[in-house]
């Protein structure tokens, strides 16, 4: 498989495309990444180096793999932070450039826009270009909880509420969601909760909920879930695979007490997860 990954990057650390192309690369696929921003570290920190790109920089970067004579051949295109709605009109033009060459090509869009007790953190304007324009332009989207609440317009507060709002997002446009670190009535205390809908079927996968706070974790999940639901055309074995790396990849983190995500370190997890759990039909 080739994946375009369109996304941030950081120098130190792993979030964006940092946490996203390793993994990926790790399950055999070739990744073109291409960065929206460049930073020394990511922004958790409180001070950072670097630059956001603006669009041009984008599209100039994609006429030059469209030179080599590759779009064909590419399989898929991710997105994730996108800095600003311009870069968000670049990546979408990309995606239009990669099925026009390869109509059988995958949009995965990880619609960066906020999280729980922390509201939103991107810029004034993206929430709306993601939910007008690159959500519906999606094949599949990886929202977390706060940010499915935003895309559908709603708030989740049962299972039966999440999965509406799940059904309200693809009836915008994308085939598949995975609704990451879900916590609806019935999760239990110290747990976590994944959901994914698919062809008006859900799917739950349930974790412990680990006490580890790092960033990148829904950079990597959705990187993991995207290349497993390509390869199967299953999204529920799709979650069952993801969610079974990214818990063993945050519980390594978490034993070592790391504050950066262990990707590399970690590495096993992400072809050989070393504790699986049970999806749920829901």
Excluded at 104 to 112: G, N
Aim: glycine share 10%; net charge negative; proline share 6%.
């Amino acid at each position: 498989m080739n994946i375009l990954s369109i996304q941030s990057h950081v120098a130190y650390g792993h979030v964006g495309n940092a946490s996203a192309v390793f993994p990926m690369q790790r399950l055999g696929c070739e990744v073109w990444p291409i960065h929206t921003v460049q930073f020394s570290n990511h922004t958790g920190y409180g001070a950072w180096k670097g630059r956001v790109f603006d669009g041009p920089a984008i599209e100039e970067l994609v006429e030059g793999i469209a030179e080599r004579g590759v779009l064909p051949r590419c399989d898929g295109v991710l997105s994730g932070y996108m800095g600003s709605s311009d870069i968000g009109t670049a990546i979408l033009a990309a995606v239009a450039r990669v099925r026009a060459a390869n109509p059988d090509a995958l949009y995965c869009c990880d619609p960066v826009i906020g999280d729980v007790g922390r509201g939103v953190f991107v810029r004034p304007g993206i929430p709306e270009f993601m939910r007008d324009h690159a959500v519906p332009a999606a094949d599949i989207v990886t929202p977390n909880q706060f940010e499915l609440d935003f895309l559908a317009g709603r708030e989740t507060r049962t299972l039966d509420e999440a999965k509406a709002a799940v059904a309200a997002v693809q009836a915008r446009g994308p085939r598949v969601v995975l609704v990451t670190s879900l916590h609806v009535a019935d999760t239990p205390a110290g747990s976590i909760d994944m959901l994914a809908g698919e062809g008006g079927r859900f799917w739950r996968l349930r974790t412990p909920k680990l006490s580890v706070d790092v960033n990148g974790a829904g950079d990597a999940i959705a990187a993991l879930f995207f290349v497993h639901r390509a390869r199967t055309g299953s999204a529920e074995t799709a979650l069952a695979e993801a969610g079974a790396s990214v818990f063993g990849l945050l519980k390594r983190t978490q034993d070592d007490g790391s504050r950066e995500i262990l990707t590399v370190a970690a590495q096993d997890e992400f072809v050989a997860p070393t504790r699986r759990f049970p999806v749920e039909p829901v």
